[in-house]
């Protein structure tokens, strides 16, 4: 018997209709950040902030191309680094007093060598600030998913109360009223 009553109230009629329960979409702080940890922009995609998913891949492009640029460069300038460079591994090694440059817009300069060490260890600390600028956006991406997801949980209900209450009371050893300010919030339960 208990089998068959089971069967009947499992079974649907014909005519009626499937009730479909939507469960509201929650927020979980720890997630927002673990995933904006993983990949940037991850975290905003989450917290359901696709405005933000332009400026954070734009913000990664930028520092990419930024940080390739100074690449390509330093590595051009540290090979004809090398070559006005004495060596020290050979000592019969005798460095030109400058050496012939290719620019991008097409001339040719002469440089010394440490007008090539300027430049080499300048483009060397731009791509070095280009990688640690990567490091604090990533920082920032995480820090916004895990700021937006807590206030996105944030109860703005009108529930929250303050009562402002004035006190008087009569203090025996100095003989005299004392007023004061009484603050009382209530919060949501």
Excluded: C
């Amino acid at each position: 018997m208990p089998i068959d009553t089971v069967v009947k109230v499992n079974t649907l009629k014909a005519d009626s209709v499937p009730i479909k329960k939507t469960i509201p979409y929650k927020i979980i702080p720890r997630q927002a950040t673990l995933k904006s940890l993983m990949i940037p922009g991850w975290g905003q995609y989450y917290n359901r902030q696709y405005w933000k998913l332009p400026l954070v891949a734009g913000a990664f492009i930028t520092l990419g191309i930024i940080a390739n640029y100074n690449n390509v460069r330093y590595e051009k300038y540290r090979a004809y680094y090398y070559i006005a460079s004495p060596h020290p591994d050979d000592p019969t090694y005798v460095p030109p007093a400058t050496v012939a440059v290719p620019y991008e817009d097409g001339l040719v300069r002469d440089l010394d060598v440490n007008q090539l060490k300027r430049l080499n260890d300048g483009y060397r600390r731009n791509r070095d600030y280009t990688y640690i600028g990567m490091v604090l956006a990533w920082a920032f991406n995480v820090v916004d998913a895990n700021v937006s997801a807590h206030l996105k949980t944030f109860d703005v209900s009108d529930d929250i109360t303050l009562k402002i209450k004035p006190t008087f009371e009569y203090q025996s050893f100095s003989n005299g009223l004392v007023s004061g300010v009484s603050l009382s919030f209530n919060f949501k339960k």
